[in-house]
Antibody
């Protein structure tokens, strides 16, 4: 079964750091571009970041550039999001998603999400 | 950034109804438009990719059309399990952007 499982969310104070992980299984992880997307509960979806297959090419939304770092370990089939200098407005559910190039880059597989709460 | 404008933002309908949701892109995005269904507490689920291709396992009552800037998601005969929130996503350029969502509830 193709699956993405996020972990690492939790409560953190403003200015703090958190690292999210996303464990992939059931597919050749190293062959896919991967993304992080977040959603404030009850609100819309926002794209955060993307990495290519070897992790050398990364892109970020303006709101997180310079604070968040996306990375991957293909040997461990795991995607990461290092979040630094966290702000209250970063509070959201964070999803890792798979990019299927052959489907016009549709996000075809999503994890269940991990909640990040930034609050004092 | 490409703005994606979805309408309506909410919609009340009955089982058996035909429903149409639209998504308009702020510029040409060819067919790089995808539709998702999300239920409370769950991750989005891909329904339609490339504007009109039905994702494997998705019922044929869902269909998509459009290209360029104007797109539609049609549910031909609403079923009880279709009451959810629907989003569009453009993957034509970075940053990827989503529509604000359409909440479909029971009339």
């Amino acid at each position: 079964e193709v699956q993405l499982v996020e972990s690492g969310g939790g409560l953190v104070q403003p200015g703090g750091s958190l690292r999210l992980s996303c464990a992939a299984s059931g597919f050749s992880f190293g062959r896919f571009w991967m993304h992080w997307v977040r959603q404030v509960p009850g609100k819309g979806l926002m794209w955060i970041s993307r990495t290519n297959t070897d992790g050398r090419t990364t892109t970020y939304a303006d709101s997180v550039r310079g604070r968040f770092i996306i990375s991957r370990d293909n040997a461990k089939n795991t995607l990461y999001l290092q979040m630094n200098s966290l702000r209250v407005e970063d509070t959201a559910v964070y999803y890792c998603v798979r990019d299927w190039l052959a489907m016009n880059d549709a996000f075809d597989v999503w994890g269940q999400g991990t909640m990040v709460t930034v609050s004092s | 950034d490409i703005q994606m404008t979805q309408s309506p933002s909410s919609l009340s309908a009955s089982v058996g109804d035909r429903v149409i949701i639209t998504c308009r892109a702020g510029q040409n995005i060819d067919i790089s438009l995808h539709w998702y269904q999300q239920k409370p507490g769950k991750a989005p689920k891909l329904l339609i990719y490339g504007a009109s291709a039905l994702q494997s396992g998705v019922p044929s009552r869902f269909s998509g059309s459009g290209s360029g800037t104007d797109f539609t998601l049609t549910i031909s005969t609403l079923q009880p399990e279709d009451f959810a929130t629907y989003f569009c996503l453009q993957t034509y350029s970075l940053p990827r952007t989503f529509g604000q969502g359409t909440t479909l509830d029971i009339k």
